[in-house]
């Protein structure tokens, strides 16, 4: 089973940015890939998606200020955050997304801490 580490995160002031990286232990190749986050107390969110064409989906919540992308050559997916907010705290995972009924394929990471400061 394809193992996914994130990093990146990490704590910054509002309006700052951020990358996170997402690296898979097997080939990404045909899937995609998609962000998520869950914040403390809440739900883990879907926040952007990306095909193996590069066409790319987002939250309404981070439409704007983020952008996924990926290299298939090197595993990765990564995730660069603008104009970061407060809301944006939360821990941020990756995983790939059945083609159909778009659940999340694998085993879920260690994921990566984002902390925005007011």
């Known amino acids: 089973q394809v193992q996914l580490v994130e990093s990146g995160g990490g704590l910054v002031q509002a309006g700052g940015s951020l990358r996170l990286s997402c690296a898979a232990s097997?080939?990404?190749?045909?899937?995609?890939m998609g962000w998520y986050r869950q914040a403390p107390g809440k739900q883990r969110e879907l926040v952007a998606t990306?095909?193996?064409?590069?066409?790319?989906n987002y939250a309404d919540s981070v439409k704007g200020r983020f952008t996924i992308s990926r290299d298939n050559a090197k595993n990765t997916v990564y995730l660069q955050m603008n104009s970061l907010k407060p809301e944006d705290t939360a821990v941020y995972y990756c995983?790939?997304?059945?083609?159909?009924?778009?659940?999340?394929?694998?085993?879920w990471g260690q994921g990566t801490q984002v902390t925005v400061s007011s």
């Open positions: 097997g080939s990404i190749f045909g899937v995609t």
């Open positions: 995983n790939g997304l059945h083609p159909t009924t778009r659940q999340p394929l694998g085993s």
């Open positions: 990306i095909t193996n064409t590069d066409t790319s």
